[in-house]
């Protein structure tokens, strides 16, 4: 599709060498810092005891 079609025109498409890229950099440092902030409040959300209990096991820490 063109830039006529979608409006978008290289959004999710790779660079070419020696191209500049489709955002502007302070649009991808605002995005990346809102990306960042979403998964690190899952990252820090506790695992589920199943979780924590198959990763004991694994470890060989239980007998089962």
Do not use: C, N
């Not at 025109?9 to 809102?34: E, F």
């Not at 199943?50 to 089962?64: H, M, P, S, V």
């Amino acid at each position: 599709m063109s830039k006529d079609e979608t409006g978008t025109a290289g959004v999710g498409r790779p660079l070419k060498s020696g191209t500049k890229p489709v955002l502007d950099r302070q649009v991808q440092v605002h995005i990346g810092r809102k990306l960042k902030a979403v998964y690190d409040e899952v990252a820090a959300e506790p695992l589920p005891k199943e979780i924590l209990d198959l990763l004991a096991k694994l470890e060989g820490r239980t007998k089962e």
